[in-house]
């Protein structure tokens, strides 16, 4: 099993509607990570969160990890076709020193 | 002033060849990674290098051997390549200590199998 759970897998949203993708672990998070990717490129880093109830925005994006550590949401506000891509979160758990990563969420916005 | 850098981009080559893939970070980390990211896009740590010595070698074929001459650099060595070897290796770096940053992550190299 997974031990970081990313849903939904897949989302397409129209133009200018609001969206969030959520990520879960049965265990503690130390450091969890929002990326996305665009077809063929690298990662692009967006946030970091490592606070239990802490929240991120960047422009139309905002992050947030729970009280517990063991969930955060990515929440994108009125999209535009930029934000496009597949979102990845990724997690440091349990002080493992690497980054583990959820399955991805292929976000499509249609025009 | 391109923070974690892999060479080549783009790999293609026959079955059974050897390759190597290389990596450089200028930011002056401690640590750092190879990721594969397979077809479906998930991505998975391969190993992890701190000041040049090994740390993390998750469940990878002894095909795969990395190096690292100094920690700014760490090169991944593939020998007699498979097609189920076809993915995109990203490279990643980090301080030991971590930051608001944490980890970088270069473009990847796209390896095709053929």
């Known amino acids: 099993s997974q031990e970081l759970e990313q849903s939904p897998q897949s989302l397409i949203v129209q133009e200018g509607k609001n969206l969030t993708i959520n990520c879960t672990s049965s265990k503690t998070l130390y450091g969890l990570y929002w990326y996305k990717q665009k077809y063929g490129e690298g990662l692009i880093f967006l946030m970091m969160l490592q606070k239990g109830g802490e929240e991120k925005s960047h422009e139309k994006i905002t992050a947030k990890l729970d009280e517990k550590k063991q969930q955060s949401s990515l929440h994108i506000t009125a999209s535009q076709p930029s934000h496009a891509g597949i979102y990845l979160c990724?997690?440091?758990?349990?002080?493992?020193?690497?980054?583990?990563f959820g399955q991805g969420t292929r976000l499509t916005i249609n025009p | 002033d391109t923070a974690v850098s892999q060479t080549p981009k783009y790999l293609v080559t026959q079955m059974g060849n050897d390759k190597s893939i290389k990596c450089e970070q200028n930011?002056?980390?401690?640590?750092m990674y190879w990721y594969k990211q397979d077809s479906k896009k998930f991505l998975k740590i391969m190993f992890s290098y701190n000041n040049k010595e090994l740390i993390i070698n998750e469940t990878v074929p002894n095909r795969f051997s990395p190096k690292s001459p100094d920690k700014a650099h760490l090169n991944l060595h593939i020998n007699s390549l498979e097609l189920g070897d076809s993915a995109v290796y990203f490279c990643a770096s980090r301080p030991w200590v971590q930051g608001d940053y944490g980890y970088t992550f270069g473009s990847g190299t796209r390896l095709t199998v053929v």
């Open positions: 930011l002056g980390h401690d640590t």
């Open positions: 990724g997690a440091d758990i349990q002080g493992a020193q690497k980054l583990v």
